[in-house]
């Protein structure tokens, strides 16, 4: 896909989704056509592996960092475009403050990313005379850059130099996409065991609770039930075990539905479950079901 189109076009939020839409069929699908279990939200999967996801980008993102990349063009270089953006918007005003919102999307754009990156463009004159200013120098960058800096670089400038401007985020100086979108993407705490994940031979500690089904008391009868629905709605079907004190089973039952929803096939079960306990009178009993909604639905909340 030519990403770099984002850059100018910026598409509405619909079509993006659309595009993403496409992205999670083609992931998780093992077929062309027909629909696929979907088993986590694509957009929990745009971020990187340390953070919990697969590394992919979101579109949205993407798109900011492009024009984060035309902010620095205009910004830093002198071409035919950035004169002609310059004179059309910045005629009273220098471009990190200029406050004209108006003209065409792709200045809008760049307005937007300018409030995101500027901060990061930086001048920085770290000559005094013909040697390094040593403080500036261990000020703006690490030990170890300052150092290389001092050793390897060679000062071959002239008073008719434009002063060149630095991307902070890159050891380089020079702008990348990448780093961009480092900058504006959505991000979440790191965690190094999801990093280690994706390492072969890595071997994570589990950590399990056993969970234990309780016999009732003595004289009592326990009641479980089930109700499960593909589709939501689709294909459904229940099942009923009911239990003694022993724990031996006295009764049980799976019945077919139809087309039903989860929340009427547990209800079903529920019903059934019961209904057959009274005729039976399998009595005092305990009922026992996994659906949350049920539990509030029979206590009233």
Known sequence: MPVHMLSVLDPPNSILGHLHKTFAR??????????????????????????????????????????????????????????????????KEPPTVVHF????????????????????????????????????????????????????????????????????????????????????????????????????????????????SQLPCHGWYKCNTDGASKGNPGPSSLGICVRDDEGDVVYSRVVNLGVKTNVVAEANAILQGLEYCVEYNFQPLILENDSLVMKKAIEGE
Request: aromatic share 16%; hydrophobic share 35%.
């Open 26 to 91: 083609f992931f998780w699908s093992t077929k062309e056509e027909g629909r696929s279990r979907h088993w986590a939200s694509w957009q929990n999967l745009f971020l990187p592996k340390e953070e919990g996801a697969l590394g992919f980008r979101s579109l949205n993102d993407v798109s900011r960092a492009l024009f984060a990349k035309l902010w620095w063009r205009f910004r830093t270089t002198k071409s035919l475009w950035s004169n002609f953006m310059w004179n059309k918007y910045c005629k």
């Open 101 to 212: 919102r108006g003209g065409s999307h792709v200045w809008r754009q760049m307005l937007n990313a300018r409030e995101e990156v500027e901060h990061e463009i930086e001048v920085a004159e770290l000559r005094q005379g013909e040697t390094w200013d040593d403080q500036l120098l261990d000020q703006t960058f690490n030990e170890e850059i300052a150092e290389h800096i001092r050793l390897n670089v060679h000062y071959e400038g002239s008073e008719g130099y434009w002063d060149k401007p630095y991307w902070m985020p890159t050891p380089s100086g020079k702008f990348s996409v990448s780093s961009a979108w480092q900058i504006l993407r959505h991000r979440v705490d790191p965690n190094q065991e999801f990093k280690l994940m994706w390492i072969k031979g890595y071997k994570p500690i589990l950590i399990t609770t056993r969970v234990t």
